[in-house]
């Protein structure tokens, strides 16, 4: 997986919730059991999991975003 080889943009536990929520296509409910967690808790680490994944992937991808987009235009080089 793409996350697992840029190990610095979100923790462990992010990374294995997004993999497993987004990208392998596992029920929230049944992750959110294994957890021993509820549903709700479950989607707000995922949520906060993606913000992170998001900020950090802006970061190194040097892109800026606006309030209009997701994505508004790469950075400007000096």
């Known amino acids: ?3 697992s080889r840029t ?3 979100v923790s462990e536990d992010e990374r294995w ?3 497993e929520s987004d990208l392998n296509r596992h029920p929230q409910q ?8 509820t549903l709700t ?3 707000s680490r995922l949520l906060r999991a993606r913000k992170h994944l ?3 992937m802006t970061e190194l991808c040097e892109i800026e975003a606006d309030d209009t987009s997701p994505v508004c235009c790469h950075k ?3």
């Open 17 to 19: 919730l997004i993999e």
């Open 76 to 78: 400007k080089m000096n």
């Open 7 to 9: 190990p610095w943009c």
């Open 54 to 56: 998001k900020e950090a």
């Open 30 to 37: 049944l992750l959110a059991d294994e957890l021993g967690i």
């Open 41 to 43: 808790a479950f989607k």
């Open 1 to 3: 997986m793409v996350l």
